[in-house]
């Protein structure tokens, strides 16, 4: 498959603590993207880092990349609430052109 | 700025009947795509285009026809609906290869 996977596909912390989600990939690839989806509204961009990278940062967010083990995490720091949301992984594989494989995504959920 | 805009937001169709969903942005983007959402299976491309007058199949592109007569519009098409094309779709754009995606807020379709 060349889809990635998501781990935890459910996540549940209090406001305050990090949050950690994982996605692990097959194929060789040029960039992977994290997506954030609140309920019932489009897909929002959050990173996107590229195969030569191995950490970026935005704001709370830091994005590793571990091409050996074709291996990426999101982690939130200080989550919260509104943060609740899913979160998705994903892959513009090499040689596949400008397309996304979606993953199948985290669902976080950040309680008072 | 409006961004990415779906119409309509929802849809009830029967067994059988046609349908276009269309997808419109205002950023100057030459790439959209258009991608299915069902529950655990993630988002599924289903045909996209790299500029104006061009389309490509996706992952999923039985059943479904598109568009790109002008560059700021990408048109769906349902020739003969059938119920596994329930499902919420989104169109997205990006500027070009390896860019972020800038999705829509969906259209939620029920073939009964």
């Known amino acids: 498959s060349q889809q990635g996977e998501e781990d935890p596909q459910a996540l549940s912390i209090q406001e305050g603590e990090n949050a950690t989600m994982n996605c692990s990939y097959k194929t060789s690839i040029n960039n992977l993207q994290w997506y954030r989806q609140n309920s019932g509204r489009g897909l929002v961009h959050l990173i996107l880092?590229?195969?030569?990278?191995r950490e970026k940062h935005s704001g709370r967010l830091r994005v590793t990349l571990d091409t050996s083990k074709k291996s990426s995490s999101l982690l939130i720091t200080a989550s919260r609430a509104a943060d609740t949301a899913s979160y998705f992984c994903?892959?513009?594989?090499?040689?596949?052109?400008?397309?996304?494989?979606f993953g199948t995504g985290t669902q976080l959920k950040v309680e008072l | 700025n409006a961004g990415v805009t779906q119409t309509p937001k929802f849809r009830v169709l029967k067994t059988g009947q046609s349908m276009t969903l269309l997808c419109a942005q205002d950023m100057n983007h030459e790439y959209m795509y258009w991608y299915r959402q069902d529950p655990g299976m993630g988002l599924r491309l289903i045909h996209y285009?790299?500029?104006?007058?061009?389309?490509a199949k996706g992952e999923v592109p039985d059943g479904y026809n598109v568009s790109r007569l002008k560059k700021q519009n990408f048109l769906l098409g349902l020739e003969s609906a059938a119920p596994s094309q329930t499902s919420v779709y989104f169109c997205a754009s990006s500027p070009g290869p390896n860019s972020p995606l800038h999705f829509g807020n969906g259209t939620r379709l029920t073939v009964t």
């Open positions: 994903a892959l513009g594989i090499t040689g596949g052109g400008n397309k996304l494989t």
């Open positions: 285009s790299v500029g104006e007058g061009t389309t």
């Open positions: 880092i590229r195969s030569n990278e």
